[in-house]
């Protein structure tokens, strides 16, 4: 499992790069960033690139479900990218879970989700 988040340009935004199945120490890591974030701006964005994933653990699925709950009125957009069927379905089950807008964008349009993420 690879994972990396990067400061944006926008400071609201949080950029995560994950390849394989995202685990419970991965959410021990970005919880405390996105939190951050939340007390900084308010509100944040998250831009989530996604290449060769595979998922969630049950732990980690679970931590998610969880920040998603204590955060669900925090999150004002999120980017998906990603290269398969699967992926682009993420960005309709996440809709009715958080007040966000959430647009997918294929793996090849990195740049114009970027744009999106920061626009205002």
Known sequence: MSFEITEAAVGNVVEVHATGKLTRDVY???VPITEEK???HGKIR???I???F???TVGAAWDDFLFDLRHFN???RLAIVGETKWE???SIFCRPFTTAKIKYFDHTDIAK???WIEEP
């Open 46 to 48: 998250i831009l989530f």
């Open 74 to 76: 925090h999150l004002e």
């Open 54 to 56: 595979h998922g969630w």
């Open 88 to 90: 682009k379905g993420m």
């Open 113 to 115: 989700a970027r744009e």
């Open 28 to 30: 021990e890591t970005l």
């Open 38 to 40: 939340i007390r900084e």
């Open 50 to 52: 996604m290449h060769d």
